[in-house]
């Protein structure tokens, strides 16, 4: 059998087109095995190129698909994914992507499934960000962000670019990704936040989870926020807001892009994680004085209120209370001082 396999990555090279992928579909079968991926994975060193360089090749066809799918499976192993990385698999893919994503939808797909897995890994993420190159930093993330945006679709089956929400959670967790993602003059963060609203769970979620990675920025990056606040409350403030009718009072002490959407009852959202990383966000902000204040603003304090009526998971509550626990310490004494309005009941 070892002799077989050996053969068979070998078949990968092979100079005819119709060898190269039937071997290639044999392996892609294999990595759906977990004896099969172990198998492969103590080949890694003659495998895992091989699969590279039939991806990259022009013409590859189904091929070129079958080689993509391996690699998201055997990308899986943070060991593998990290060799894959030193193998150069980022800018392959995001090459590959570029260039033959627009004729292969399932092969884009498959790509940003791999991106998914090596920016699991530090490596990956140092690679996608392009750090330490100051003329291209962050151009893979920008196109990224432009395929995530343009190709929303109402059918989770055809939205070919959905796992780019998880990618941009990965690179948001580290302090250069953040970075990028919030630079005024790229405008990616406002991008994201505009696929809040799709129907596509996935993208929702990694919209949150984004935003909220982004947050812990606060400290440093609160005006960058803020200058975004016609986007960024409506992400943060809807999803924990409840599903109530909000009074004609409590609506003239917000927002156009808050008060109609509370004119009328909504359909709750139903994913616990991202209620928990709006509050978080929340949170976030207003540990920032300026941020506080624009909380106030919004009449965000009476958002929170209502939409705690409705929450049911403790974990979701125990979010909500940490804010109100702030904002009476802090926020509500502010309130009086500078505007001399009554305090939430």
Known sequence: MAD????????????????????????????????????????????LPALLRLLASVGAGGAGEAAADSLVNLSQDGDLAARLVVLGAVAAAMDVMVK???????????????????????????????????????LYVAKLVRSFCRSSCDSEDEDIFEHIASILVNISKVEAGRRILMEPKRGLL??????????????????????????????????????IAEYLWPALLLPVAGKK?????????MP???????????????????RERALEAIYMIVM???GRKAFWSVNGPRILQVGYEDEEDLKVMGAYE???????GKGEIEQDQEQGEDKPQ
Not at 107 to 122: G, Y
């Open 288 to 290: 920032q004085d300026d």
């Open 322 to 328: 940490l804010i109100g626990s702030l904002l009476v």
């Open 4 to 47: 077989e396999l050996d053969e068979l990555i070998d078949f990968l090279s092979n100079g005819s087109p119709q060898v190269r992928g039937a071997a290639a579909d044999i392996v892609r079968g294999l990595t759906g095995d977990s004896d099969g991926l172990r198998s492969l994975a103590a080949r890694a060193d003659r495998a």
């Open 245 to 253: 009718i909000y009074s004609e009072e409590d609506r003239s002490k």
């Open 256 to 274: 156009p892009e808050l008060a109609n959407a509370l004119s009328h009852e909504r359909e709750a959202v139903d994913d616990s994680e991202i």
């Open 190 to 227: 406002k991008q994201i936040i505009g696929q809040f609203d799709s129907t596509n769970q996935l993208r929702k979620k990694g919209v949150a989870g984004t935003i909220r990675n982004c947050c812990f920025e606060a400290d440093t990056q609160i005006q960058n926020l803020l200058s």
């Open 100 to 138: 033959r994503g627009g004729e292969q939808p399932k092969l884009a797909r498959s790509l940003v499934m791999l991106l998914v897995n090596l920016t699991q890994v530090e490596s990956g993420i140092s690679a996608l960000l392009q750090v330490g190159d100051e003329k291209v930093q962050g």
